[in-house]
């Protein structure tokens, strides 16, 4: 009998999620990560839960309406993380015309079911807090109802799900060789020790790698897919607003710039067709200045690419290059055969929806009870969407010394889990060593024990974004935290 009936290669947004959705399903599930968990093109994407108004350009209506069904689950199940904001899209005639942008929105509000969220208008730009940042040609604005999320902590919290549901997440764990027959025979070299593992099937979720493990670790034809890379910046904060921008560039993109971490500005996406190791990605100087000249188009306040703070960039598979889509999954079985499906690409709007397909074409090799990750919270997630603030308020009515900030980012982090992180502290001494203003033992105590952190940049930059603001001294005291023997 094999260890395990699925034995999924790849921890980011694919992977976790399938392992979620297939441990709650009743399989024995495993997932083997070479690094950390979302460290590739799930760290890297737009932040965005979303229907892709730009689809209505492309007449993608189903999958637009399919997206937005989605967009609703995550609110639901995830309220800590996917946060409803407001969309603004300065018209101008240079571009899309007015009708055209007001008839998108229209279809777009017809496509989405009606959960609460604001129906798209009309503002005028010159009267209206909106308009507050941006250059005065621009008279008039859309607004429209989406979502932005915080990607890392999506991928680590459906990790934390699924472990919680049964399955064994192992980090730093890279699969060096696979053998097929009837099962998976898998060779693992976990944190330098070698070890075998057998499974009834395996899913190859591993991103930009996907071709290179399918054809050196399984031994299978690669699939025919493209490397695309995304690219965004973050910079100071150039709007006190909370809306998103939603530019339309000269040469048709459309560029989002979003309130990022309090202090700063999250612009993007550029992508682009990539070739090269997946490990090492990295934004071109032009497409740093093409995001500043985008911004400075619109925005009062200029920005130069030395004011750029952070560069976020990740390499994807996808079929097309010319479209992301909802990316792309094949099932590979035969006699004599155990399965194999391979799933990449797709955004993280429909990546929960993926995962279910994905684990669904196995139904036909063993049992597996039905479908259920819609209606499940995440961990953390046990409150509505529009509760958020309420519990922002509890927590501070309890640990009264924290300040409005720190309480938002916990709730926005962990939800209702932030209470077990501050447990019965009456002063901030009570959670141990502070490493800046935010970040305390407590909390890293925790992201090592139930996250799986390992090293300071995966609490710094992927389970947390407090490496844009600490200070070098305390990084190195949290790197001797991390080093020292429990």
Known sequence: MADYDLAIIGGGLNGVSIARDAAGRGLRVILVEQGDLGAGASSASPRLIHGDLAGLERRHFLRVRSALAERDVWLRIAPHL?????????????????????????LYDRLASRNGLPASATVDV????????????????????????DDSRLVVLTAVDAAARGAVIRTGARCTRAERGKEWRLVTKDRGFRQVITARAVANATGAWTPSVAETVLRVPPPRVAAVQMDQIVVRRLFDSDNVYVFQNSDGRLIFASPYQRDFTLIGTVSHAFKGDPAIVAMAAGDVAYLCDAANRYFRERIETVDVVRTLSGANMVRNPASSG??????DYGRGKAPLITVFGGDVTTSRLRAERAVSKLTPFYPMSARWTAKAALPGGDFAWDRFDNEVDEVRDRWRFLGEDQARRLVAAYGSNAKVILGDAKARSDLGPAFGPELTGAEVRYLMQKEW?????????????????????DREALAALMAAPV
């Open 82 to 106: 996917v946060r409803p904001m407001r969309f603004a899209i300065p018209a101008h005639s240079d571009e899309r015309p007015a009708w055209q942008l007001r008839s998108w929105l229209l």
């Open 326 to 331: 909802d990316g792309a999954m094949a099932l």
């Open 126 to 149: 010159t009267h209206h807090p909106v308009g507050n940042a941006l250059k005065r040609p621009f008279g008039t604005a859309f607004e429209y109802s989406d979502c932005v999320v």
């Open 453 to 473: 952190a390992r090293f300071p940049d995966d609490i710094l930059w992927r389970r947390t974004k407090l490496g844009l603001t600490m200070h070098p001294s």
